[in-house]
T-cell receptor, first 115, second 113 residues
Framework: NAGVMQNPRHLVRRRGQEARLRCSPMKGHSHVYWYRQLPEEGLKFMVYLQKENIIDESGMPKERFSAEFPKEGPSILRIQQVVRGDSAAYFC?????????????FGEGSWLTVV | DQQVKQNSPSLSVQEGRISILNCDYTNSMFDYFLWYKKYPAEGPTFLISISSIKDKNEDGRFTVFLNKSAKHLSLHIVPSQPGDSAVYFCAASPETSGSRLTFGEGTQLTVNP
């Protein structure tokens, strides 16, 4: 029973390139969340998606960042024209429904380094 | 505006003793609180949660206490074990919606053998 799968685990991009992070939720989960952890900080909410819908993107930077969760396939967090400040750990989480936090399960994270 | 604060970046305790991790919040709309444990290079793992209608929740060695009037919660681990060494994050959300968790900065717990 696989957990939340994220790939790549580590990604290095030069400034100005695009980064794509993928997340496959746990089986049976239709709610996906993305969080970002900058160095020496806690996790910060970015976006909450259900299949084909963005429910809450209030934590997403206004520019360069986008997320999708298509009907088929994983959720994608896309960062265009990356800058050094985008270097962080990006965590995906999933739940079977909107609701109590103890049903939210996190993936292992994707570490983005911008050089 | 840090709505959830963990004022101690680190805590060191002896094996077998009690570990107490603290968390304060400012947003009155929060009424569901969670603790996550995180090892380096891994994702957070859910530990225990508490709703604002309770003041205590216990699960094995882990107990969470909530003082709603003081907007303060704490996680007690007893007895502490070396395997408990990790970063502990406090998180909060409004009502029982888990869609948006607000995390504290984390406390690094080290349990010495």
């Amino acid at each position: 029973n696989a957990g939340v799968m994220q790939n790549p685990r580590h990604l290095v991009r030069r400034r100005g390139q695009e980064a794509r992070l993928r997340c496959s939720p746990m089986k049976g989960h239709s709610h996906v969340y993305w969080y970002r952890q900058l160095p020496e900080e806690g996790l910060k909410f970015m976006v909450y998606l259900q299949k084909e819908n963005i429910i809450d993107e209030s934590g997403m930077p206004k520019e360069r960042f986008s997320a999708e969760f298509p009907k088929e396939g994983p959720s994608i967090l896309r960062i265009q024209q990356v800058v050094r400040g985008d270097s962080a750990a990006y965590f995906c989480a999933s739940s079977p429904r909107q609701g109590s936090g103890n049903t939210i399960y996190f993936g292992e994270g994707s570490w983005l380094t911008v050089v | 505006d840090q709505q959830v604060k963990q004022n101690s970046p680190s805590l060191s305790v002896q094996e077998g003793r009690i570990s107490i991790l603290n968390c304060d919040y400012t947003n009155s709309m929060f009424d569901y609180f969670l603790w996550y444990k995180k090892y380096p290079a891994e994702g957070p793992t859910f530990l225990i949660s508490i709703s604002s209608i309770k003041d205590k929740n216990e699960d094995g060695r882990f107990t969470v206490f909530l003082n709603k009037s003081a907007k303060h919660l704490s996680l007690h681990i007893v007895p502490s074990q070396p395997g408990d060494s990790a970063v502990y994050f406090c998180a909060a959300s409004p009502e029982t919606s888990g869609s948006r968790l607000t995390f504290g900065e984390g406390t690094q717990l080290t349990v010495n053998p």
